[in-house]
Structure formats: structure tokens, C-alpha cells
């Protein structure tokens, strides 16, 4: 809930100024982006809880497929409630978005979860860190290092490159109804693009067991 109660906490107090009366409704759009950098964790380092417990998941009489599905409706279904609390609280805080705008901006945010969950469905193997549970690895944010950390960043900067572009050109031609047909696209090919990394990940997983095993069951570093 942490992007929905900064837009109330800050929201107040900025909506009067010159760059909100004139951008008003693209907060919910920026707020969007915000909350997908503080999601970026539990997408890109699904495994990093696991610890020794990675080792009954191989034994389970499952596909490590289904081991991912399983994070994935629970990573996309709070990813989707916090999107919707936040366009609650956008409208309560600075008035609505507008319809176009609203829609478009759902539809990115549908485009930007299946990017970020066919991503996580390789990164999350390719490259876990193992985190202890507990409120202190949350609050200190990234909870991954070296590669698995910058592809993570590389992948949300791209997203909100496309998306910043996308709207840009909307506003510009004064047709947000075009942003929103050119995110149902993006977000088919995302789609596609998750269902063959899924497809890929019982492959992955199994020729990657020993290693993902010595990193999860070792003991967290300190960072």
C-alpha cells in the first residue's frame, strides 16, 4: 500500500502547484511506474525466500512450472489490487484521471505485469539471492545484486520508456483511445512472450538445480 498512501500523504500538497494543474491527469500514470519499482523484488527474486526449502520443490511430484504459476497469480493478483487501491486513491486525492487515460494506463499496467513476470520467469532462476524473511529485507528495497539487479533495472527503465513514449504520442495527437490500442498490442506480445518463458522454465530449472540450490541454502550476505 506504500505508493497508494504516498499519493495521499503528498498529493495534498501538490496538486495546487503549476505542474500538477497542468499535468493532472497524468499522476495516476506516474504513480503507476512507482509502483512497479517497488514490485520489482518479487518479480525478478521469486525464489530468494525459499532457502533449503528449494530442495522439496525439485522432490515435489510437480513441474517447476507449476511452482512458478503458483507465484505468479499471487505476485499478479497484488500487483493488480495495488494498481486498483492506487486509481481509488488518485481519484479520491486529485480528481479523476479521465476515461481514456484511466483505461490506458490500466492496460499498461496489464502490459507492464507480463513483461515483468516473463522476465522474473528467467531472472528468478538465472540469477537468485537468498533473503531471510522478515519486515528488515523489505524495508531495505532491492533484494537482489549484480546482474539479476541490473536487468531488473533495465527492464523497468524500458517499460517506462515505452509507456512515457506511448502516451506522449496520445497527447500529442489528442487520441489517448490510440495509447490504449497500442498497449492491448504491446501487451499481447508480452503475452506471448511469458507463455514461452514459462514454457522454458521446468528446462531451466532442472538444468540449473545444483546451482540454484548452493545459492538459496547458503547463508544470506550482508549488503
Known amino acids: 500500500f506504500i505508493p497508494a498512501i504516498f499519493v495521499v500523504a503528498f498529493g495534498s500538497s501538490f496538486k495546487d502547484t503549476a505542474f500538477f494543474v497542468r499535468h493532472r491527469d497524468m499522476v ?21 525466500y525459499e532457502g533449503a526449502g528449494i530442495r522439496l520443490l525439485f522432490l515435489a511430484p510437480v513441474g517447476f512450472r507449476q511452482v512458478r504459476l503458483g507465484k505468479i497469480l499471487f505476485q499478479a493478483a497484488a500487483t493488480l489490487v495495488n494498481v486498483l487501491f492506487l486509481w481509488i486513491f488518485v481519484r479520491w486525492t486529485l480528481g479523476s484521471p479521465g ?34 524473511f522478515g519486515f528488515g529485507n523489505f524495508r531495505r528495497g532491492r533484494a537482489q545484486g549484480g546482474m539479476g539487479a541490473l536487468a531488473g533495472l533495465a527492464i523497468d527503465i524500458g517499460l517506462v520508456a515505452t509507456g512515457a513514449l506511448v502516451f ?41 538445480r545444483e546451482a540454484l540450490i548452493q545459492e538459496l541454502c547458503q547463508p544470506e550476505t550482508a549488503t
Do not use: Q
Not at 28 to 48: G, K, Q, T
Not at 127 to 132: G, L
Not at 173 to 179: F, I, N, P, Y
Open 28 to 48: 495516476f500514470p506516474f504513480a503507476l511506474c512507482y509502483v512497479f519499482f517497488m514490485l520489482e523484488n518479487w518479480f525478478f527474486n521469486s525464489l530468494a
Open 99 to 132: 476515461s481514456w487515460i484511466g483505461a490506458a494506463t490500466l492496460v499498461a499496467s496489464i502490459y507492464a505485469l507480463l513483461v515483468n513476470l516473463a522476465a522474473g520467469n528467467i531472472i528468478s532462476v538465472y540469477f537468485p539471492v537468498r533473503r531471510e
Open 168 to 208: 506522449l504520442v496520445g497527447k500529442l495527437l489528442d487520441r489517448m483511445g490510440l495509447a490504449v490500442l497500442i498497449f492491448l498490442a504491446l501487451a499481447a506480445a508480452a503475452a506471448v512472450g511469458y507463455a514461452l518463458s514459462l514454457r522454458a522454465t521446468d528446462h531451466i530449472a532442472l538444468a540449473r
